[in-house]
T-cell receptor, first 112, second 114 residues
């Protein structure tokens, strides 16, 4: 299984763009990169998934370089409600049918 | 569309007791996964059920067992509780094969073992 490394914590202010980078040097050819968000006392929530280049949805963007050994989750103009733990996961793309392997995540604290 | 629900919300047990946690999957989802999340850590996979059959298991002892019912709801049973079993237990449902393959998590059950 591809191991992921991400910063333990990050601080930001409202309105700023936040970029969280995840390293996954041993990513396999068939692996996808998936990000989940977890608020206190809630279950994780799917944010975005990608295989290569750039993926964008209404919540975030995911940037994946050509070698795929890292990825960056970009949150535009964060607000206080974006304070949460963000997890980077690497594995098969059909995340509905397989076990999700979570690391310790990145704790993002957004301040006013 | 009803989301994933779990019961109870909180539970306090003593060491050696047994506990049953319940999960109702999101409407239309036939797969349920259970995770254990210790304080300050990411969720750890316990097992997954697909159409009432166990479909994968993580590194948890046999005293962690489960069931899935015909309506796809599920139970997690833990026997001979230990202090280290204190954690947030998360249930996630999914419907593999459809366009959106993500797992949808419930709010969790907070188990405290004294």
């Amino acid at each position: 299984l591809a191991k992921t490394t991400q910063p333990v914590s990050m601080d930001s202010y409202e309105g700023q763009e936040v970029n969280i980078t995840c390293s996954h040097n041993n990513i396999a050819t068939n692996d996808y990169i998936t990000w989940y968000q977890q608020f206190p006392s809630q279950g994780p929530r799917f944010i975005i998934q990608g295989y290569k280049t750039k993926v964008t949805n209404e919540v975030a963007s995911l940037f994946i370089p050509a070698d795929r050994k890292s990825s960056t989750l970009s949150l535009p103009r964060v607000s206080l409600s974006d304070t949460a733990v963000y997890y980077c996961l690497v594995g098969a793309g059909d995340t509905g049918r397989r076990a999700l392997t979570f690391g310790s995540g990145t704790r993002l604290q957004v301040q006013p | 569309e009803t989301g994933v629900t779990q019961s109870p919300t909180h539970l306090i047990k003593t060491r050696g007791q047994q506990v049953t946690l319940r999960c109702s999957s999101q409407s239309g989802h036939n797969t349920v996964s259970w995770y254990q999340q210790a304080l300050g850590q990411g969720p750890q996979f316990i097992f997954q059920y697909y159409r009432e059959e166990e479909n994968g298991r993580g590194n948890f002892p046999p005293r962690f067992s489960g069931l899935q019912f015909p309506n796809y709801s599920s139970e997690l049973n833990v026997n001979a509780l230990e202090l280290d079993d204190s954690a947030l237990y998360l249930c996630a449902s999914s419907q593999p094969g459809q366009g959106n393959n993500e797992q949808f998590f419930g709010p969790g059950t907070r188990l405290t073992v004294l």
